[in-house]
Every structure is written in structure tokens, then in C-alpha cells.
């Protein structure tokens, strides 16, 4: 190992060492605090607002500056920022800020419905918008919801939000198939919407149902 | 006081004809008066007051974290169950769902519920308390202002009633709507699914000329909008989006409508009948005819009928006696043909209706053994229906069979959407179901 490195000059040693702690450091920020500081310190409310204007939002509902989405149990004017609901927890998740920002993802069409297009009908941006991010929620078990709100701490007031928790609970449904207009803009749901695979029991499962079905199970 | 002691005779004499007549056509096998109602269980079923929460309302986003539910075909009860009071005091009052509230309306009604049945029929009785201290037996009237003989009275949704110009006057009623599971969701949504945006008294309510230039309702000759079901509308909603006569034709061949019977206080009980309608493309009569029709000459712009002195005690009642007793002009008791030169008097009232337990035929004469009483505040209802009917527009109940029920109050002077509803119930003849029959031997 010795002659290993008597093999290179002091000069070349120096600069192994700075791009080797360069490296450790990049190493380091990237492991601790690429996340926090993407979702605390690019990602905030006025990056986004940047494109997304306010008239996006209702000035009726929550998220405004009159009616906020509470953050906090114990402090009433706490308002959630976009990235509480709208980026997901993890390294590869934040790095979506960064590609969402320079609109890379909007190079394959993100600005339109193709889907919707394709099948002929033309569905507002707005409105594509809204779709798309319901439909990521769908995906992820509304993962991003659940980093507040915690199943076994959620206790309705009313007896029809325990009924509806509690089956939903039997349904095996996720927040965002009951609570899609709580926030934005309101926009109508897409009848297909949410829609779960069919699975048919007088069959057995797939390998692919049998892997959804695990990976659903394992969400929860 | 005295005043009226002459009109009480009359009054006892027509109350007292009435009690014969209904006794002698309900007796015998088959009375519902005769059933032991006491060995019968006694089902405490919540109504609530709905506001305008229409169905399209109910897919609606407005219809908060539960529209895509409702679509889907998700049980009220699912998530309302035991909510019936807080529900009808909260849309009793003015509000989203309430753009008409009526002043001293309850939101709420405990009707108390019992069926039996035997080889034969099926019967009911229905116990509810009214808001008010008199029945509601009485309903909108001609009255003579000196001139013309021009409507007098109007149900407290209206807005001349509303804007104080009118009385609210309206029958007491008790409905009951039926599905034997061939029509989608009622089993889950009960009447909810009838009830539409541009239905009377409803949102979004089109103009006489729009309903009247609609092809469906071209076909119908109808001019107002009423109940429906979503299977009717290309659409499955929207009121002017109807199908075909001849596709909702296969509908109704299908058996894919309701039963909708109504006890009134005024138009059907004095006779001892209810009547009989099917929900479907719109909320139609059955075959034949009802037990009450109009009581107004249009061409000679008075009423057909006027009260037989002899029998009634007097040729009009005045509104002071509206609600002291039944002013049910019934063709076969208590009526004669309209004299327009009987020395009429400004304020002299003539029911709008004419009520005829012999008119009534066919299959909308089917609920001919029902009667209600009113007593210390409570209306007391029993009704028999027989089993295994075969019109094509009735719902035939059999032993064996569950159906779903959804039940209607209309109390206070009241009509269209202004009544207390049920959740849907099931009920089964011989059969599991919410509520089980008794038999009677």
C-alpha cells in the first residue's frame, strides 16, 4: 500500500486527497442532507408558487393564507407546505424537485392527459394536473398523507367519519379515494378513477397480482 | 261557539258515515284495523328532513369525501347510519341544502313501524307524531272572492306561502316506496336515487317551455319534472336527457321500477284507499284510476262539485273549519254538481280535489283498504296491500320474498321534497331481512 501511493507525486497525492474528501464530503451531504435541504430549502412554497400561482388555489379552502391545512396539533396556524403532500420521504424522491424544476418531466408530456387524449377526450391542464397527483397518491398508499396522519390516532367526531374510516379500513382504501378536494382548486373526479385490479379468486393469482397484492400489503 | 254547532252536527254526521263506510269496507278478512297489532314487534324507524340533498347533489363533490362512494353504488347507511337526527336538524334549518327553510319545521320524525301478513296480504301500520295539534286533513281549496273562484291554500314550500301572501294548506301523507332488487342501488340509496336537480322545489328547475319542448316529456305531455330513476337518462342523471320510449319501455318489462303508494289525508283516507303510482321515467300513475281528480271546470272556471246541504250540514266550509274537521268532498257521499247560482259568499271555500272510492279502477286502485286516525297528536296508519298482484306496474310482495322499503312522512302542511325520509329497509316475508313479517294465522 505504501508504494502504492510513493508511486504518484506529492502533487497528485494532494489532489487524490482533496477529490477523495470532496468525494466523502458530497458522500456525506448526499447521505444526510441532500433531502432536508432539497425539501426545506429549494422546495419551498415560493419555488412552487413560482409556476403554480396562487389562482391555482381556492381562496375558500384550506392551504390560503385564510384557511391553512394545519401542520401541527398544537398550533392552530401552522399551514403545511406543498412538499408535506407532494413529495414523498427519500433521497430519489427529492432529486424529483430538481427535474421538476427545470421541466424535465415535462419534455414527455406531463402537461397533458395523453391517456385521456388518446381515448378522445381533451381534459383541461388544471385538471390533469389534479389527476395525475391523485393518482400518485393512489399508488403510494397516499404515502405522503400518512406521514401526519397516523391511522390508529385518527379519531373522527362525527359518527359518519368513523363509519366511513371504518370501512374504509374493510375496503382497503387509501385516504385520497375519500379526501381529493380537501385542498386545491376544486376539480371533479374522473369517473375511472382509482380503479384497483380485478382480482378473481375462482382463479389463482398471477405472479404479477401475487407481487402487487405483497407490495400492497407491505405499504400498509 | 254557537256558530259552529250546526256545522258540528253536519260534521258528525259525515264523520260518522265516514267511520261506517270505511268500517264496512275494511271489515272482515283482510281488515288491517282487525290485525292484533299488539303481538306484532314494533320497528322505531328514523325520518329525517333531506333538504335539497338530490342525487346529483349526492355524486357531487359537494357531497364531501363521499361523491365517488355514491357513484359507485356505496350504502347511505354505510356511513349515515344512526345519524337520521343529526342530519335532519341540520338541514332543516336555512343552509347550503336548505334555501327554503319553514319556519318551526322539525327535523326529525320517529315513525314507529310494524308489518305482518297472511295467505293473502300484507299489512302495515304506521304511528307517527305531527308537528301540529290537528291533523292535516285538510288541502288547498277554490275559493269565492266575490268574483272568481281562485285557489286558497298552498304547501309551505311555495313562495307564496313563504312570502306570506297565501295560508299553508296541504294533506298529511305517508308513502311507501318498494323494490323487489331489480332496480340498481335502490337497495343501498333508496329514494335518493328518484330524487333529481330540476324536480319541483328542487335546483336548477327548468321553465314550463323547457320541460314542455323535451322530447321525453314531449311523449309523456307533461310540463313539470318529478321523480325518476337514473336508469331512465342517457345520462344516468339529468332530467332532459331521457331515453327512448321505447328502451324505457324494456325497462319497466324488466321490472325496473318502484312501487310508490301514498296514504293522504285528505285525497285518499276519507275513502278509506290509498293510492298507487311507479317511479320510473316519471313518477306515473298505475293503470285505471285513482281515488281523487280535479274539482274544477275549466271551461266554466268554477268547481265540478260543491258539498250536499243535506248530508254535509252546509253547501262550503270557511276557513275557520278547515281544521276542526274532514272537508273531504267525496263524489258518492256528500257532493252534488257545482250550482253556480247557490248565493255563493267571498271567503266560502270548495275542495280543489273530488274523491271517489267507486271511481277508483284498475291497478291504481289496488290500496283500497287503508285508514288513518289521528288521535292525541299521532296519526295512526294501517294499510293492508295484497299479496302476489300481477299489474305490470305493481311490485308483487310474496311469502318468501325480501324487499326494500323506503318510507315517507309529508306532515305539516307539505309536499314534494318538503317530507321526512327513510334510509332503505329491507323487509322480508317469511325471509331474513332488517324487518321480518309476522305471520298471522
Known amino acids: ?76 396556524q401552522s399551514q403545511a407546505k406543498c412538499v408535506d403532500c407532494h413529495l414523498p420521504e427519500g433521497r430519489l424522491n427529492a432529486t424529483f424537485v430538481y427535474t421538476h424544476i427545470v421541466s424535465f418531466t415535462d419534455l414527455f408530456g406531463k402537461f397533458r392527459d395523453l391517456e385521456a387524449e388518446r381515448a378522445g377526450d381533451w381534459i383541461p391542464p388544471r385538471a390533469a394536473t389534479a389527476y395525475r397527483v391523485r393518482d400518485r397518491l393512489f399508488e403510494t398508499d397516499s404515502g405522503t398523507c400518512r406521514t401526519c396522519h397516523i391511522e390508529d390516532e385518527i379519531k373522527p367526531k362525527r359518527t359518519r367519519g368513523i363509519n366511513a374510516h371504518k370501512l374504509a379500513l374493510e375496503k382497503k382504501q387509501t385516504c385520497i379515494e375519500c379526501h381529493y378536494n380537501e385542498v386545491h382548486r376544486p376539480v371533479d373526479q374522473r369517473k375511472a378513477a382509482f380503479q384497483r385490479p380485478i382480482i378473481s379468486f375462482e382463479q389463482p393469482p398471477s405472479a404479477e397480482m401475487k407481487l402487487l397484492q405483497f407490495v400492497q400489503e407491505v405499504r400498509r | 261557539m254557537k256558530k259552529y254547532l250546526g256545522l258540528t252536527s253536519g260534521i258528525g254526521m259525515f264523520a260518522g258515515a265516514s267511520i261506517v263506510l270505511s268500517a264496512s269496507a275494511l271489515a272482515g278478512a ?31 363533490p359537494r357531497h364531501k369525501r363521499a361523491d365517488l362512494q355514491t357513484r359507485e353504488g356505496e350504502a347511505c347507511v354505510d356511513c349515515h347510519k344512526g345519524e337520521e337526527k343529526e342530519i335532519g336538524n341540520k338541514l332543516v334549518v336555512e343552509g347550503d341544502l336548505e334555501p327554503m327553510p319553514v319556519e318551526g319545521k322539525n327535523g326529525f320524525i320517529n315513525l314507529k313501524f310494524q308489518v305482518a301478513y297472511d295467505d293473502n296480504d300484507a299489512y302495515f301500520r304506521f304511528q307517527w307524531k305531527t308537528l301540529n295539534n290537528y291533523p292535516g286533513w285538510a288541502h288547498p281549496y277554490y275559493r269565492y272572492d266575490g268574483k272568481a273562484w281562485k285557489v286558497y291554500g298552498y304547501p309551505k314550500l311555495d313562495a307564496v306561502v313563504q312570502d306570506g301572501e297565501q295560508p299553508g294548506i296541504y294533506e298529511d301523507r305517508m308513502s311507501m316506496m318498494i323494490d323487489d332488487g331489480k332496480v340498481e342501488n335502490y337497495a343501498k340509496q333508496g329514494c335518493w336515487i328518484t330524487c333529481h336537480d330540476g324536480q319541483r322545489d328542487n335546483p336548477d328547475r327548468p321553465t314550463t317551455d323547457e320541460v314542455k319542448a323535451n322530447a321525453l316529456f314531449k311523449y309523456l305531455k307533461k310540463k313539470d319534472v318529478r321523480k325518476y330513476l337514473p336508469s331512465t337518462r342517457t345520462d344516468g342523471s339529468s332530467w332532459d336527457k331521457g331515453k327512448t320510449p321505447e328502451e324505457i319501455a324494456k325497462i319497466k318489462a324488466a321490472g325496473g321500477f318502484l312501487d310508490l303508494m301514498q296514504w293522504r289525508g285528505h285525497r285518499s283516507n276519507p275513502v278509506g284507499m290509498s293510492d298507487d303510482f311507479y317511479v320510473l321515467e316519471y313518477r306515473n300513475s298505475d293503470a285505471g284510476k285513482n281515488p281523487f281528480s280535479s274539482n274544477f271546470d275549466k271551461k266554466a272556471k268554477h268547481p265540478k262539485y260543491m258539498y250536499d246541504e243535506k248530508k254535509f250540514g252546509k253547501k262550503f266550509v270557511r276557513v275557520e273549519d278547515i281544521r276542526k274537521m274532514e272537508t273531504a268532498l267525496v263524489r258518492e257521499r256528500n257532493a252534488v254538481p257545482f250550482d253556480p247560482n247557490a248565493g255563493w259568499k267571498e271567503g266560502d271555500l270548495i275542495p280543489k280535489y273530488v274523491i271517489s272510492r267507486e271511481d277508483a279502477k284498475g291497478s291504481a286502485a289496488d290500496n283500497n283498504r287503508s285508514k288513518g286516525v289521528w288521535k292525541d297528536g299521532v296519526w295512526t296508519v294501517v294499510w293492508a296491500r295484497k299479496l302476489g298482484l300481477t299489474n305490470p306496474d305493481d311490485k308483487a310482495l310474496k311469502e318468501g320474498g325480501v324487499y326494500t322499503f323506503g318510507f315517507a312522512a309529508h306532515d305539516d302542511n307539505i309536499t314534494t321534497r318538503g317530507h321526512h325520509v327513510s334510509f332503505p329497509v329491507s323487509i322480508g316475508f317469511g325471509a331474513k331481512a332488517d324487518i321480518e313479517a309476522t305471520k298471522l294465522n
Request: hydrophobic share 40%.
Open chain 2, 30 to 60: 283482510g281488515d288491517p284495523a282487525a290485525v292484533d297489532w299488539s303481538k306484532v314487534p314494533t320497528t322505531e324507524i328514523g325520518l329525517f328532513w333531506p333538504g335539497q340533498s338530490t342525487y346529483d347533489y349526492l355524486i357531487s
Open chain 1, 1 to 76: 500500500m505504501k508504494n502504492f501511493f510513493q508511486r504518484f507525486s506529492l502533487q497528485s497525492r494532494i489532489i487524490f486527497a482533496i477529490a477523495g474528501a470532496g468525494i466523502l464530503i458530497i458522500g456525506v451531504f448526499f447521505a444526510v442532507a441532500y433531502e432536508p435541504v432539497t425539501r426545506n430549502f429549494v422546495a419551498q412554497d415560493a419555488t412552487c408558487n413560482y409556476c403554480h400561482l396562487p389562482w391555482e388555489f381556492n381562496p375558500d379552502v384550506r392551504l390560503t393564507a385564510t384557511k391553512p391545512h394545519q401542520a401541527k396539533p398544537d398550533q392552530p
